[in-house]
C-alpha cells in the first residue's frame, strides 16, 4: 500500500521518497539505521544515527516511507518525532495497525478489502476480487511461479475470508506461502 501510494505522489518529493520494509526488524532501537541505509546516510561515530539522520535531512524535500511498523511503534515515533523537530520539509508515511500519536500526524484508516462470498469460487471471479488478488500477487512475490488454480481455489478464497480482508493480514498469509507449498492448507 505504501509502494503504491509513494509512486502515485512521488513527482511532489523533488529529493526522493523512500520505502524502509521494517518487517525485518525486531529491535527499535534500530529503526533509525535501517532507514539510514535506505536512505544512503552514512553512520557518524560522533552522533547518534538519529542525529545523523536528522542532519543530513534537515533542508530535503524527502519522505521515507517506512511500512510495517506495528511492532516497533515506540521506536518509530522516536525517531519520527526527532525528524521532525529537525528537518524544514521532511514528510513521512507509514503504515501500521496503530496511530504514532504524533502532533500534526493525520491517519487514514483502510477498510478491508472485499473478500469472495461463499459462492464466488470460479477463477475468474476470484480474479475480480480485491483480497484474492492481493493475496495471488504476494504469494507470486513469495513463491514465485504461484498460481491461482481449481485445486487452491477454495483455500484462498477461505483464508481472504478468514482474515476479514484486511491487506496486512492477507500480506502476512501469503508471505507463509513458500512454507506450505505442496500442503494440503493451500492445494
Given at each position: 500500500m505504501a509502494v503504491q501510494l509513494a509512486n502515485e505522489v512521488i513527482s511532489d518529493f523533488p529529493d526522493g521518497l523512500w520505502f524502509v520494509d521494517l518487517v525485518p526488524l525486531s529491535d527499535a532501537t534500530l529503526v533509525a539505521q535501517k532507514v539510514m541505509a535506505a536512505v544512503g546516510v552514512r553512520e557518524q561515530a560522533d552522533r547518534s544515527a538519529q542525529e545523523t539522520l536528522g542532519k543530513r535531512l534537515r533542508n530535503e524535500a524527502l519522505t521515507p516511507a517506512l511500512g510495517y511498523c506495528e511492532h516497533l511503534l515506540d521506536g518509530v515515533a522516536t525517531l519520527v518525532d526527532t525528524l521532525l523537530r529537525t528537518t524544514v520539509e521532511l514528510n513521512v508515511l507509514t503504515t501500521s495497525r496503530e496511530a504514532l500519536r504524533l502532533a500534526g500526524e493525520v491517519v487514514w484508516h483502510v477498510a478491508p478489502l472485499a473478500v469472495p462470498d461463499d459462492h464466488s469460487l470460479s477463477l475468474e471471479d476470484l480474479h475480480q476480487c480485491d483480497a484474492t488478488r492481493l493475496f495471488i500477487n504476494r504469494a507470486g512475490?513469495?513463491?514465485p511461479g504461484f498460481e491461482l488454480t481449481a485445486e487452491n481455489a477454495q483455500s484462498v478464497a477461505e483464508i481472504c475470508r478468514q482474515l476479514d480482508g484486511l491487506?496486512?493480514?492477507?500480506?502476512?498469509?501469503?508471505?507463509?506461502?513458500?512454507?506450505?507449498?505442496?500442503?494440503d492448507e493451500i492445494g
Amino acid at each position: 500500500m505504501a509502494v503504491q501510494l509513494a509512486n502515485e505522489v512521488i513527482s511532489d518529493f523533488p529529493d526522493g521518497l523512500w520505502f524502509v520494509d521494517l518487517v525485518p526488524l525486531s529491535d527499535a532501537t534500530l529503526v533509525a539505521q535501517k532507514v539510514m541505509a535506505a536512505v544512503g546516510v552514512r553512520e557518524q561515530a560522533d552522533r547518534s544515527a538519529q542525529e545523523t539522520l536528522g542532519k543530513r535531512l534537515r533542508n530535503e524535500a524527502l519522505t521515507p516511507a517506512l511500512g510495517y511498523c506495528e511492532h516497533l511503534l515506540d521506536g518509530v515515533a522516536t525517531l519520527v518525532d526527532t525528524l521532525l523537530r529537525t528537518t524544514v520539509e521532511l514528510n513521512v508515511l507509514t503504515t501500521s495497525r496503530e496511530a504514532l500519536r504524533l502532533a500534526g500526524e493525520v491517519v487514514w484508516h483502510v477498510a478491508p478489502l472485499a473478500v469472495p462470498d461463499d459462492h464466488s469460487l470460479s477463477l475468474e471471479d476470484l480474479h475480480q476480487c480485491d483480497a484474492t488478488r492481493l493475496f495471488i500477487n504476494r504469494a507470486g512475490l513469495n513463491l514465485p511461479g504461484f498460481e491461482l488454480t481449481a485445486e487452491n481455489a477454495q483455500s484462498v478464497a477461505e483464508i481472504c475470508r478468514q482474515l476479514d480482508g484486511l491487506p496486512l493480514a492477507i500480506e502476512l498469509a501469503a508471505a507463509r506461502i513458500a512454507s506450505m507449498a505442496g500442503s494440503d492448507e493451500i492445494g
